[in-house]
Structure formats: C-alpha cells, structure tokens
C-alpha cells in the first residue's frame, strides 16, 4: 500500500472516531486495528491528520471511545513487548502507537478530570501473553512504562541481536539480560556496539514517548510543595523497572560519547547526515527528566554515595528511592569521571568551536540540558565535583558558560540560560580549588564580544560578570548578588589580576556607590559590601603580585573616600533620589574606557521580535541560595552558624524585607518600590558604620603619600614606574590583622529545586518543535511569552 493510501486511510479512522456517538468495543478490532495495522505514517503525519481539535472533541463528548483509543494502544505495546516483535509488521504497529500516544498524552494530561486515567487499573489490562491474576491490577501508566522499558531493550529493533540465527531461536525478550545491551561504550560497559540507525530512530520514538509520559509536571502549576514527585518518573526509576540500570547508562554514555564533530575530521558532518544527534538529544532530555529530585527535602542517609554504616552491596541501597538519581550518585572511578567529564566538556564547548572554525562541526543546541544534566553530577555526587576540580579541566567547563554568559545577556529570551550558568559557577566558587584553577593563563582566543586582554582565566571570569552587568537587560539585576559572591569566594585566591579586571571591578564600585543607587533599593547597598570584600581579600591575602588592582585602587581612591563621608541626613538622601529621576541609566555606562572587542566576535544581540520563551519562577534570594563558611588556615571550612541576620552586610534591614509585601521584594529593578519602603537616615547609619573600609583606608593612608612623592621627585606622570614601585612595596605589619576568609557556598533548597523544574520543562517544551509535543496545549507549569 502506497504512502498516500496509508495517510488517507489513517485519516479516515481518525475521522470515524471524532463522528461517533455511541462507544465502540475494546473487542471491536477491526476498528482499532486501522490506527496502527495497516499504516506507515510518520510521527509528523501523526501529528497533522490528528487535530489537536477533534482530540479535545472526542475527550469531551465521546470519552469512552478515548479512553479505548489509549488502552488499546498500551495493550499493543505491551503485546509487542511480551512477543519481542521479530516481524516487520509488529515493529510498524510499535512505532504507530508510540506516535498516537505521544499526540494524544498531553491532551489527557491538560484536563484535570482525565489525570488519574492512566493510574486506574481497566479490566483485564495487562492481560500479554501470561495470565497471571496479580498482573491485572496494574494500572495503565505502569503497563505502559514497563513495556517501553521492554521495548527500549528489545533485540533487532533497539539493540543489536546477540543470535546469529533464525527466527525459532530468537532471543526470549524475558530471558536477556539488559545489562549486557547497554546502548554505548563508557560508564560501567566497555564495549561500543556497531551503530545501526534504525535502532537509533527506534529508541528516539520510544524515548519520544517516554519524555511525553513524564512531561504530566507541565500541567501542574509550581508549588513549593516538593512532595508532589511526578508518578510517571517516580515508577519508572523504581526498583519495578527491571531496566532501570541499563537504561540509566545507556542515556548517560550516548550523552557523553557523542562526538559531533563527525570523528574528528572537519566538516565531516555536511557529508553524511547525523541519525545521532536526535537521540542524544532525546536522551538528555529524559535523563535531566529522571534526575529532577529535590535533596534539601530528601531523607536519604547523604547523596554522595557516602552513606553511614552501610557497604555499596547491602540488601537495602542506600539514597533516594530514584533509581537514577541513585546510580548517579554512586559512580566512583575515576575513568568514569573523566570520560563524563570529557564528553560534557566537548559538547559544550561545540558552539565554541564554530565561531573560529565555522561550520566544521555540526553545531548542537543542547548546551542548556547538558548544563543541567552538569549540574545536577555537581549537586548529586560530591565526588564528581570534587574529581572536577582537582585538575585544570574545570576550565574547559567554565569558558563555555563564561562564552554563553556574555552571548546571551542581552537575550530576554534567554534569562534561564543566564540563571542555570551562574548557579554552576556559584556552586564550583564554593570550593577552594575553584579560586586557585582559574589562575591558569587564558590562552584560548573565542571571539568574544568583550575588551582585549591579557592574563588569567580569573581575569576573563571578571571582565564577563563586568559586561552582564553594565551591559545586559533589566531582567538580570536579581543575579548581580550571584555574581558578586562567585568574586567574593574565588578572591583569597587571585594571585595577579590583569590592569583590565582592576579597572572593571572599580568601575563597579563607582556604579554601585552612587547615592542614588545606594539609596533606591532595600538591598542594593550589599553590592558594595560584596566589593569591599573582594579588596580587602585580595590585599590581605595576595598583595604581592596585585600591583594592578593596588594602583586602581589608588588612582579611584576618592570612591572610598566619599562612601567613608556617605550623607546620612535625611535632606541628603531625598536630593540623591531626585537626581536618580533625572539619570534613569541603571548603571553608567561611561568612563569603563571598553576599548576594542576582541577580534571576529559579534555583540550580544538582543532576542529577535516574537521570540517565544517560557516563564520562570523567582529565585530564592542569596542569603537563601547560600550558607557561610569560614576557612581555617589549612584550608579546611567550617559552616557558620546563620546569624540573626543573614545578608552579607549584618545591620541588613532583613525587618524592613521581611515587613515589604512579596510582590515589591521581588521587583528588585524598580527604583521607588511604590511608595512601601523610604530610605531614613537611621536605615543608612545601621550600614554605613559597618563598611569594612579599616584595610582600605590603612593601604590608602600609606602608600599614597610615597606614590605622590616619586611623581613629584621624578616628575613622573608614567604607569609603569609607579607600577613597579608597588610590586615592590610591602605592607606587612602595616594593615590590620586578616580577617578570616569567608566563603558563601550553594546550599540546596526547595526554591532552586522548583526553578529548576520549571526551567528544564521550559527548555523541552520550546525544543521540541519537530513535532510540536505540547505546543498549543493548556501548560501550567509556566506561562509561554513573546518577547
């Protein structure tokens, strides 16, 4: 039967279900049979001869008929997961189910009365080739999840068959064991099958359905309620899945194995066309899926694999009851972390690539769900994080989030990308070995729209967070406190910052001390708190080899001066906020003297004009985001106990925050929070007498005078003598005794865990427009805009 007649009679069935008035017999098979037995359509035909139209019909005036549709489909699957479907036909019938659920799911999950459906038990369900009494009570969802793990397994139509032999003595699907037809060579398989693209089209569609049945979380509105765990994940990586280990490596390798570039030879990939790259991408999706587990709420022994009093082999597993997340938490060799590692770092770095080499490498467009895949490795398994940040190949993780930073920061369409990448800095800044890595040269040039300079990966880390910050939209203040932190936490460890990251720290200081700024917000007075931090760190800790930010420090030094002489009267403070009405710039942009970009890089542009992005949640504020840890002199931390106050600067107006409405705390961009809060001279004091200035004050009061000495002796007006004076000087028993270092480390909490939820099903609801899974549905997760 020709294509043409397979789509007409495919439509024609579609057309008798949504005419029907009366209900038809789940025995009736000749109806039935017409949506899958005699067809070959595409999952896009599925998708345009199905209406989203005439699903909504048939789900409001024939739901009997409905309900039939999706229990005959499942009991297909399962049939064909029981029989191990060896003929072409039965393949064909697998693949047109899957399409038709995957149409069908996300209309079933968007009315509120048809979501307990799939977890009602439909008599006689589970009725495959055994007859067993106790398998008729599962409900649907469980059927249905069991026979796709099955099918994902399933030999000659998924995985290689292991038998050289005829159809009598094909494998028994019951029989296998799955472990030994892992998907790709890496964690825990070594051996690497021959890729077969019919079995990578096979597992997308199977994956494609799969993705669909979790993706009942978009039609739920956010809660902080993190009880409410998605069912459909929760059976599936439970020990019910007899798959669930093979499947949880198979998409972790295919992930991290894949090499876009086409096996290492530029432009390979415009040659052949790539089957795999669907599938990883399938597989990265249902893999960050699996792993969205809150542990600020878990009550797991630890999540690190380190459990107390337990060995790895006990009858009971340690950790959480999610399988995935289990697994992922235990991976311990070494090799395995490199080759995670590796393989993350490769694919994140391919947007890279092309913008020196262009189009020698397919260019991929999963850097979102692999950063949270690198995200939750990092929050998951502390091993991992520690293994990646023992050596420099931290770097090769952070360029590309410093590259996708500066690229999107003026992308309203791309606020979550901006979020997810801070947080994972923040998370690396909690460690010490972060701060030291990233005095390693910068050597690799990406064109970056971002100042020449010469220097450290630290430099390049500062002079990013400087162009966010004066140079991104109005959406990204919330992250400016992020930022600051990640500075404050690497600081101690900053050997030689560049002159270029000198002046842009200094330029922020300026920005941020302005009265009117000072005085317009609640909170914005902690940004200088944060800089001052970051100076005094770096003078007490490291001023041999600072001559750079020294010098800055003395060249602005009449910025420290005038936050010392900060007005307090009330008189003082309206007038600042009145000449704020005049200057709505949210931070100056003048004398940062940027000079050139560096070389073939492109500015951040702007999202083009109905762009579609999805909305997310507020993120908790960085005294929620972190706990404070002190730092002991053989470099080990102790956490603090949270003072009554937790903001970075103690005489915090946590009272005031605390007293405002939600709303206004939120809006922290705008100036005057409509009329609920008024600066007052007493809310000025409670901070002003706190600014740790002493370190400054002590450099300023003795080297200036000998600075402006050797220029007036030698009539110097030239950096360099200057400079080199300072390299020289020394301040040792000179300043006030070092402070301790305080580093703010990440700590979860169920505010992240919800933003996250919602940005990952944001980011799959947008990708997935081939075909449109849930576009046009009644999503509630999050809010769909146009920019």
């Given at each position: 039967m020709g294509n043409a007649d397979s789509k007409l009679n495919f439509r024609k069935a579609v057309i008798q279900l949504t005419t029907k008035t009366q209900p038809v017999e789940a025995t009736d098979d000749a109806f039935w049979d017409q949506f899958w037995a005699d067809t070959a359509t595409s999952v896009q035909d599925v998708f345009a001869l199905v209406p989203a139209a005439e699903i909504r019909a048939v789900r409001e005036e024939s739901p009997s008929n409905l309900a039939t549709l999706c229990y005959k489909a499942v009991e297909k699957l399962v049939q064909g997961a029981e029989s191990g479907c060896h003929s072409e036909k039965e393949k064909q019938i697998i693949l047109n189910c899957s399409r038709l659920l995957t149409r069908i799911l996300p209309y079933i999950f968007e009315d509120p009365d048809w979501r307990g459906f799939f977890w009602s038990t439909v008599p006689g369900a589970g009725r495959g080739g055994g007859d067993e009494e106790d398998e008729n009570a599962r409900p649907l969802a469980e059927s249905l999840l069991l026979a796709i793990a099955d099918l994902l397994f399933c030999p000659d139509f998924t995985v290689q068959s292991h038998r050289k032999s005829t159809v009598d003595t094909a494998e028994d699907i019951h029989s296998i064991d799955s472990c030994e037809y892992i998907w790709e060579a890496g964690v825990g398989f070594a051996h690497s099958p021959q890729p077969n693209y019919n079995h990578d089209l096979n597992r997308t569609e199977l994956l494609k359905l799969l993705l669909t049945c979790f993706s009942e979380a978009m039609y739920l509105p956010p809660s902080s309620d993190s009880s409410n765990a998605n069912p459909w994940v929760q059976f599936f990586c439970s020990t019910e899945n007899r798959h669930a280990l093979p499947l949880f490596t198979s998409l972790l390798n295919i992930v991290c194995a894949y090499d876009p570039v086409g096996y290492g030879i530029p432009y390979n990939h415009l040659l052949f066309s790539d089957y795999r790259e669907p599938l990883v991408e399938e597989a990265a999706q249902v893999l960050i899926v699996t792993l969205d587990y809150d542990t600020s709420t878990s009550s797991s022994p630890t999540v690190d694999g380190t459990t107390t009093g337990t060995a790895m082999d006990d009858v009971d597993p340690p950790g959480p009851d999610n399988l995935f997340v289990n697994y992922l938490s235990r991976i311990h060799r070494e090799e395995d972390f490199q080759f995670i590692l590796k393989g993350v770092a490769r694919l994140l770095s391919n947007p890279l690539v092309q913008t020196y080499l262009p189009n020698s490498a397919k260019k991929i467009q999963f850097h979102q769900e692999l950063?949270?895949?690198?995200?939750?490795?990092?929050?998951?398994?502390?091993?991992?994080?520690?293994?990646?940040?023992?050596?420099?190949?931290?770097?090769?993780?952070?360029?590309?989030?410093?590259?996708?930073?500066?690229?999107?920061?003026?992308?309203?369409?791309?606020?979550?990308?901006?979020?997810?990448?801070?947080?994972?800095?923040?998370?690396?800044?909690?460690?010490?070995?972060?701060?030291?890595?990233?005095?390693?040269?910068?050597?690799?040039?990406?064109?970056?729209?971002?100042?020449?300079?010469?220097?450290?990966?630290?430099?390049?880390?500062?002079?990013?967070?400087?162009?966010?910050?004066?140079?991104?939209?109005?959406?990204?203040?919330?992250?400016?406190?992020?930022?600051?932190?990640?500075?404050?936490?690497?600081?101690?460890?900053?050997?030689?910052?560049?002159?270029?990251?000198?002046?842009?720290?200094?330029?922020?200081?300026?920005?941020?001390?302005?009265?009117?700024?000072?005085?317009?917000?609640?909170?914005?007075?902690?940004?200088?708190?944060?800089?001052?931090?970051?100076?005094?760190?770096?003078?007490?800790?490291?001023?041999?080899?600072?001559?750079?930010?020294?010098?800055?420090?003395?060249?602005?030094?009449?910025v420290f001066h005038q936050l010392a002489n900060l007005p307090t009267d009330a008189q003082s403070i309206q007038k600042a906020l009145q000449r704020k009405k005049k200057t709505p710039e949210p931070i100056s942009r003048t004398n940062s003297q940027d000079g050139l970009s560096m070389e073939?890089?492109?500015?951040?542009?702007?999202?083009?004009?109905?762009?579609?992005?999805?909305?997310?949640?507020?993120?908790?504020?960085?005294?929620?985001?972190?706990?404070?840890?002190?730092?002991?002199?053989?470099?080990?931390?102790?956490?603090?106990?949270?003072?009554?106050?937790?903001?970075?600067?103690?005489?915090?107006?946590?009272?005031?925050?605390?007293?405002?409405?939600?709303?206004?705390?939120?809006?922290?961009?705008?100036?005057?929070?409509?009329?609920?809060?008024?600066?007052?001279?007493?809310?000025?004091?409670?901070?002003?007498?706190?600014?740790?200035?002493?370190?400054?004050?002590?450099?300023?009061?003795?080297?200036?005078?000998?600075?402006?000495?050797?220029?007036?002796?030698?009539?110097?007006?030239?950096?360099?003598?200057?400079?080199?004076?300072?390299?020289?000087?020394?301040?040792?028993?000179?300043?006030?005794?070092?402070?301790?270092?305080?580093i703010r480390k990440y700590q979860a909490n169920s505010g992240t865990a919800m933003w996250f939820r919602t940005y990952m099903w944001g980011v799959i609801y947008l990708r997935n427009v081939d075909p449109p899974i849930w576009y046009d549905t009644d999503v509630k997760l999050f809010e769909i805009q146009r920019v």
């Amino acid at each position: 039967m020709g294509n043409a007649d397979s789509k007409l009679n495919f439509r024609k069935a579609v057309i008798q279900l949504t005419t029907k008035t009366q209900p038809v017999e789940a025995t009736d098979d000749a109806f039935w049979d017409q949506f899958w037995a005699d067809t070959a359509t595409s999952v896009q035909d599925v998708f345009a001869l199905v209406p989203a139209a005439e699903i909504r019909a048939v789900r409001e005036e024939s739901p009997s008929n409905l309900a039939t549709l999706c229990y005959k489909a499942v009991e297909k699957l399962v049939q064909g997961a029981e029989s191990g479907c060896h003929s072409e036909k039965e393949k064909q019938i697998i693949l047109n189910c899957s399409r038709l659920l995957t149409r069908i799911l996300p209309y079933i999950f968007e009315d509120p009365d048809w979501r307990g459906f799939f977890w009602s038990t439909v008599p006689g369900a589970g009725r495959g080739g055994g007859d067993e009494e106790d398998e008729n009570a599962r409900p649907l969802a469980e059927s249905l999840l069991l026979a796709i793990a099955d099918l994902l397994f399933c030999p000659d139509f998924t995985v290689q068959s292991h038998r050289k032999s005829t159809v009598d003595t094909a494998e028994d699907i019951h029989s296998i064991d799955s472990c030994e037809y892992i998907w790709e060579a890496g964690v825990g398989f070594a051996h690497s099958p021959q890729p077969n693209y019919n079995h990578d089209l096979n597992r997308t569609e199977l994956l494609k359905l799969l993705l669909t049945c979790f993706s009942e979380a978009m039609y739920l509105p956010p809660s902080s309620d993190s009880s409410n765990a998605n069912p459909w994940v929760q059976f599936f990586c439970s020990t019910e899945n007899r798959h669930a280990l093979p499947l949880f490596t198979s998409l972790l390798n295919i992930v991290c194995a894949y090499d876009p570039v086409g096996y290492g030879i530029p432009y390979n990939h415009l040659l052949f066309s790539d089957y795999r790259e669907p599938l990883v991408e399938e597989a990265a999706q249902v893999l960050i899926v699996t792993l969205d587990y809150d542990t600020s709420t878990s009550s797991s022994p630890t999540v690190d694999g380190t459990t107390t009093g337990t060995a790895m082999d006990d009858v009971d597993p340690p950790g959480p009851d999610n399988l995935f997340v289990n697994y992922l938490s235990r991976i311990h060799r070494e090799e395995d972390f490199q080759f995670i590692l590796k393989g993350v770092a490769r694919l994140l770095s391919n947007p890279l690539v092309q913008t020196y080499l262009p189009n020698s490498a397919k260019k991929i467009q999963f850097h979102q769900e692999l950063l949270v895949l690198f995200w939750k490795l990092c929050d998951f398994n502390k091993k991992f994080l520690f293994f990646v940040l023992k050596s420099s190949d931290v770097l090769d993780i952070l360029v590309p989030i410093l590259y996708f930073l500066n690229d999107a920061r003026a992308d309203q369409s791309r606020v979550g990308l901006m979020h997810i990448g801070v947080f994972i800095l923040l998370l690396l800044s909690g460690e010490r070995n972060f701060g030291v890595r990233l005095n390693k040269p910068y050597s690799v040039r990406v064109p970056m729209d971002i100042p020449v300079f010469t220097g450290t990966h630290a430099d390049l880390l500062i002079i990013v967070f400087h162009k966010i910050i004066t140079s991104g939209h109005q959406r990204l203040q919330p992250l400016f406190d992020c930022l600051l932190t990640i500075i404050v936490n690497v600081s101690p460890y900053l050997k030689s910052l560049s002159m270029v990251a000198a002046n842009k720290l200094l330029h922020l200081l300026e920005a941020f001390s302005t009265t009117w700024f000072l005085f317009s917000t609640v909170q914005n007075h902690h940004l200088v708190f944060f800089l001052l931090e970051v100076f005094n760190n770096i003078i007490q800790y490291q001023f041999d080899g600072n001559s750079n930010l020294v010098y800055a420090i003395i060249r602005k030094r009449n910025v420290f001066h005038q936050l010392a002489n900060l007005p307090t009267d009330a008189q003082s403070i309206q007038k600042a906020l009145q000449r704020k009405k005049k200057t709505p710039e949210p931070i100056s942009r003048t004398n940062s003297q940027d000079g050139l970009s560096m070389e073939g890089s492109r500015p951040a542009a702007p999202a083009e004009p109905g762009t579609l992005k999805t909305s997310l949640v507020a993120t908790p504020g960085i005294d929620k985001l972190t706990e404070k840890a002190q730092v002991s002199e053989d470099g080990t931390m102790r956490s603090l106990e949270p003072e009554s106050s937790q903001s970075p600067s103690e005489g915090s107006p946590a009272a005031v925050e605390a007293s405002q409405p939600k709303r206004d705390r939120r809006r922290l961009s705008s100036a005057s929070l409509s009329g609920q809060w008024t600066p007052t001279s007493d809310w000025v004091l409670s901070w002003k007498s706190k600014l740790p200035l002493q370190t400054i004050m002590r450099l300023l009061q003795v080297l200036v005078p000998q600075v402006e000495k050797i220029c007036i002796d030698k009539g110097l007006t030239d950096e360099s003598e200057i400079l080199k004076f300072l390299q020289h000087g020394t301040l040792v028993g000179l300043l006030p005794v070092p402070h301790p270092i305080l580093i703010r480390k990440y700590q979860a909490n169920s505010g992240t865990a919800m933003w996250f939820r919602t940005y990952m099903w944001g980011v799959i609801y947008l990708r997935n427009v081939d075909p449109p899974i849930w576009y046009d549905t009644d999503v509630k997760l999050f809010e769909i805009q146009r920019v």
